[in-house]
């Protein structure tokens, strides 16, 4: 158990380090176009990685002979990713740092629910008293975004939503769906399979964009020349999801899904809040303390109780 709560740890340090370069990157996104666009870069870098990790020892034969199960999952695990990135960019462009870290709790019901169903992970009533204490944290948290951001759109609500829904996907395929497979295929292949599958995704749509979102368009040579600025720190958050991801289906080898998700999403939102805090200068009235111990309680109740009781 202690080899999974380390390998846990190298996953939330490299998440952490994503978020902040994130939000910093999401200036340079001008609209959903952008956003597509500086993703896909960031996710082929990442299928790059993987890929040559997969290849280590001049064994090709491990990406050209993945299982079908494998594949599956990484198709779903690739979609989710794609969507999740490209709406969280987009939510913390004009959405508190904080706000959005809260919000993607809420995406913990989605594994805790697949794993009950799919593989019996037992959820009890009081982990359902815990998520309803994570909703009730996330609608104190709207109103501290509101104090700081102005009013809230329906765009931004529907933002948050599809974060946290893609999210919890993304959790129960690297952490319960790929593990559960029991196959010969690692890790490295079941990253790469996914990022490839995200990129597809990502082209499908940024080329979607480009036809039927903006009437007028910039040539894709002008609109690369004028994200350039954006490409290093994409670059480190592409190293940064691949260590994040990695790491956190190696984890998934010694957690259960009761111990793996909540623990990644409690410390996790430490770390966020300590850097929406101290480098995004976002100060915290009371309704953003009480939220933000809200969701720690939240986790508390779903995550040690249980083992209590």
């Known amino acids: 158990m202690i080899e999974g709560y380390l390998l846990l740890a190298v996953s939330i340090a490299a998440g952490t380090v994503k978020g902040y370069l994130g939000k910093k990157t999401s200036v340079y ?5 952008d956003a597509v666009f500086l993703n896909s870069v960031r996710i082929l870098i990442c299928a790059l990685i993987s890929g040559v990790l997969a290849c ?20 779903m695990n ?14 913390v462009k004009t959405g508190a740092f904080m706000l ?18 799919l593989y019996g992970d037992k959820v009890l009533p009081v982990q359902w008293i815990g998520v309803i204490v994570l909703l009730f944290a996330a609608y104190l948290m709207v109103g501290y975004n509101v104090g700081l951001n102005g009013k809230m759109k329906i765009r931004d609500f529907v933002l948050l939503f599809i974060c946290a829904f893609s999210s919890g996907l993304g959790e129960f395929f ?4 790929f593990v559960e497979l029991k196959n010969n295929d690692s890790n490295a292949v079941f990253n790469f399979y996914t990022y490839l599958f995200g990129f597809v995704v990502l082209i ?16 894709l040579k002008t ?14 958050m592409a190293l940064c999801l691949f260590l994040n991801t990695y790491f956190k289906t190696e984890a998934g080898r010694f957690l259960s899904s009761v111990q793996l998700y909540p623990v990644s ?3 996790s939102l430490i770390c966020s809040t300590l850097v929406a805090a101290v480098i995004f200068k976002e100060r915290p009235n009371k309704k953003c303390i009480v939220g933000v111990a809200l969701n720690f309680a939240a986790l508390i109740i779903i995550n040690v109780i249980p083992k209590l009781i």
């Open 174 to 177: 690297v952490g319960k769906a």
């Open 223 to 236: 609109m690369a020349i004028r994200l350039k600025s954006a490409y290093f720190m994409v670059s480190v």
């Open 78 to 91: 690739g979609a989710s990713t794609a969507v999740f990135i490209v709406s969280w960019l987009l939510a």
């Open 100 to 117: 959005v870290n809260v919000f993607l709790n809420l995406g913990l019901v989605v594994p805790l629910v697949m794993c009950s169903v």
């Open 56 to 75: 280590v020892g001049g064994n090709i034969a491990n990406i050209a002979s993945v299982e079908p199960g494998t594949i599956a999952v990484s198709a």
């Open 204 to 219: 499908v749509v940024f080329l979607f964009f480009r036809k039927f979102g903006n009437k007028e368009h910039e040539k």
């Open 265 to 267: 999403i409690g410390v």
């Open 29 to 33: 996104a001008e609209n959903e176009t």
